[in-house]
């Protein structure tokens, strides 16, 4: 049998898991993850069977940055990890076999920890990054309740963005007495004008290659702050034609200060005193361009320090749209050159009286480039007999799904749901109706089983829905809309039982119930 621990042994471990809370202030990018998980992944014992580390991070797409980044560490190499970019495949590998670390957004953890397949009775330390970005994005009823299963000898590191009374209200509540990293306070300092671009992180070499060839530097400092931005940008590098210890573009990491002309941040600085480092005494005569993803913009004006913040629009896509608008032109000069058809002309004659020849161009124009969108966008087409049959219908089929606005869903999360589970386009999504307590979506016909298949048991937003078209919801009272007729169910609109007798109030004004015996 157990000896209870005495009083002042619980005292001092209490007191020790509180000295082992931290609160970090880094920048929310793949750059940082460095800095909080090294020392989290060193409590992880090497051959631990059990979930030891728990990360919270505020998308699936984070969650699987960090399952990379501990995958690639030195201590993490030989540790199971789990990122929960799927609740239902994490569930059947936690039930198989737990993983020592265990990285995902606080709703799934929140389902997994109910459905009995994720336990935290043995975990040493648990990871919120990034907690302002998770309560900005409605994850603190979550988050409390998964904080509620951790036990209190965990110790506790908070990762933000930025501070704020929010952030600073999570540290008091889940990591009193935390130790500050030292980046937690600003540097004082003048403004920096800095231009961005926003990227995906999968797409910062693209764009930092258009960049290079549209900015065109003598000279240009690329500045990273881990390991896995330093080995992917020497690649890159040399597939752009410099060699390494080229200086007409050279890789930068740590606090030297960075060559004259272009500073490219390929990740952001964690505070204010690593940028000031890079500008060094020039500051005034350096173009700093950041490299950033939607979500850095309030901690890049945060490095700013009142500088202005400014988009910096990149050829490629102007370009890309330069040269749709001459293709289009081309078009019209092919079909004038061939001579001008004389019906079109008697039918735009009158109008001239009433508009300039370029209005009427440009409004025949809008109407060409309308006909042109609509077989990709209208579920239907409504005109004259010749329209319809040169513009393809689309058949719908409305879906009912199980999540409402009580569950926090919105349109936008919705559509992304299903264009995700069941890998279909976005066009064929139609209508949407967000209501109380399920939705209605219109998806095309011949999909519509695959999102059903694909839909019914996924995750959103912590709720796992069930989804099914809308005909073919059963008992209950007002049950599903329908398009058209429906011959299968009864004059009452209300769908026949399974046993084949009508449901009260159903067809008794046609013929009397039948009598047994």
């Known amino acids: 049998m157990e000896r209870e621990r005495p009083v002042e042994a619980e005292r001092e471990l209490a007191g020790v898991a509180r000295s082992q809370n931290a609160l970090h202030l880094l920048p929310h990018d793949e750059g940082s993850i460095e800095a909080f998980l090294a020392p989290a992944l060193a409590k992880v014992d090497s051959d631990a069977r059990e979930t030891q580390l728990l990360v919270l991070t505020p998308d699936p797409g984070m969650a699987l940055a960090v399952a990379r980044a501990a995958i690639r560490s030195e201590h993490g190499q030989s540790l199971r990890v789990i990122p929960l970019a799927g609740v239902k495949r994490a569930e059947r590998l936690l039930h198989a076999s737990p993983a020592p670390i265990v990285v995902g957004a606080p709703g799934e953890v ?34 409390e309740a998964v904080m509620a299963e951790v036990p209190k000898e ?11 009374p929010a952030v600073e209200e999570l ?19 003048a403004p920096v004008d800095i231009r961005y671009s926003t990227v995906a992180s999968v797409s910062r070499t693209g764009t930092l290659r258009r960049l290079l060839d549209d900015l065109d530097p003598q000279v ?59 500008l060094g005494a020039g500051a005034q ?24 913040v400014t988009a910096l629009s ?28 004389a019906r079109e002309m008697i039918a735009l004659e009158p109008l001239l009286a009433e508009y300039d020849g370029v209005e009427i161009a440009a409004a025949a124009l809008r109407l060409l480039e309308r006909a042109r ?38 349109p936008v999360m919705l559509v992304g749901a299903i264009t995700n589970e069941a890998g279909i386009a976005g066009s064929q999504v139609g ?44 008992g209950g009272a007002g049950g599903g809309a329908s398009s058209g007729p429906d011959r299968s169910r009864s004059g009452s609109g209300r769908p026949p039982r399974a046993d084949g007798r009508n449901r009260p109030g159903q067809g008794q004004s046609d013929r009397p119930p039948r009598r047994n015996g």
Do not use: C
């Open 314 to 341: 990149l050829a490629g896509p102007s370009a890309l749209a330069h040269s749709r608008e001459d293709a289009m032109r081309d078009e019209l000069r092919v079909l004038l050159s061939a001579g001008v058809p």
């Open 110 to 143: 929140l389902a997994l920890i109910r459905a009995a397949a994720l336990k935290l009775e043995r975990l040493r330390v648990i990871v919120i990054a990034w907690a302002d970005s998770i309560v900005d994005q409605g994850g603190a009823e979550a988050l």
């Open 431 to 474: 209508k949407v109706e967000i209501r109380d307590g399920h939705s209605l979506v219109e998806v095309a016909s011949s999909v519509a089983d695959l999102v059903v298949a694909k839909l019914t048991g996924a995750n959103i937003r912590g709720r796992r829905v069930i989804a099914r078209p809308e005909r073919d919801r059963a």
């Open 220 to 278: 240009a400092t690329i500045w990273v702050r881990s390991d896995d931005s330093e080995r992917e940008l020497k690649d890159f590098v040399r597939y752009l034609g410099h060699m390494h210890g080229d200086e007409l573009v050279r890789i930068a990491r740590g606090r030297e200060p960075a060559s004259p002309g272009l500073l490219v941040l390929y990740d952001l600085p964690a505070d204010r005193s690593e940028l000031n480092a890079l």
């Open 154 to 164: 965990a110790a506790r590191s908070i990762v933000a963005a930025t501070t704020g």
């Open 171 to 189: 540290a008091e509540r889940y990591a009193r007495r935390a130790r500050r990293s030292a980046d937690v306070t600003p540097a004082p300092a």
């Open 285 to 308: 005569a350096m173009d700093v361009v950041a490299l950033v993803q939607p979500r850095q913009l309030p901690a890049l004006r945060a490095l700013a320090g009142g500088g202005r």
């Open 373 to 410: 969108e609509r077989p990709a966008t209208s579920p239907s087409t409504r005109g004259n007999v010749e329209t319809e049959r040169a513009i393809p219908t689309v058949a719908w089929t409305r879906l009912f799904i199980t999540a409402g606005t009580r569950d926090g869903v919105t």
